[in-house]
């Protein structure tokens, strides 16, 4: 062995019994795999929320949109002209995304009596 802690043959691990260094590789691995496993997990993780999160938005929206469609829809007056309030107020805001806005816009736009010019 030199003075620097290398063998004559270049490396230090080299000196190492065959089972030791088996272990040192194994536990190196298993290490990295462990890492990735839980950078894998926690990405699948994240992702999940944010569809889970989107879910639950267009499940809300969807039961504003039918409550105020009941509402307007009601043959009493009172509920019936909460709703008309409820279908302009939701026409304005466009709380409905994507697909969706394009059938609540039409049935919001059939109660107020709006279109999109009206916008």
């Known amino acids: 062995m030199t003075a620097d802690?290398?063998?004559?043959?270049?490396?230090?691990?080299?000196?190492?019994?065959p089972v030791a260094v088996g272990a040192v590789v194994a536990a190196a691995v298993g290490s990295t795999l462990t890492l990735v496993g839980a950078l894998v997990g926690g990405l699948w993780a994240v992702l999940r929320w944010r569809r889970d999160v989107a879910r639950e938005e267009r499940d809300r929206a969807w039961a504003r949109f039918v409550w105020t469609v009941d509402q307007a829809c009601d043959a009493d007056v009172g509920r019936a002209e909460v709703g008309s309030v409820g279908a302009n107020a939701?026409?304005?805001?466009?709380?409905?995304?994507?697909?969706?806005?394009?059938?609540?816009?039409?049935?919001?736009?059939?109660?107020?009596?709006?279109?999109?010019?009206?916008?």
């Open 90 to 119: 939701m026409y304005d805001m466009q709380s409905l995304r994507g697909h969706d806005s394009v059938f609540g816009t039409l049935v919001l736009g059939l109660i107020t009596g709006r279109d999109d010019d009206d916008r």
């Open 5 to 17: 802690g290398m063998t004559a043959d270049g490396g230090w691990l080299a000196a190492w019994p």
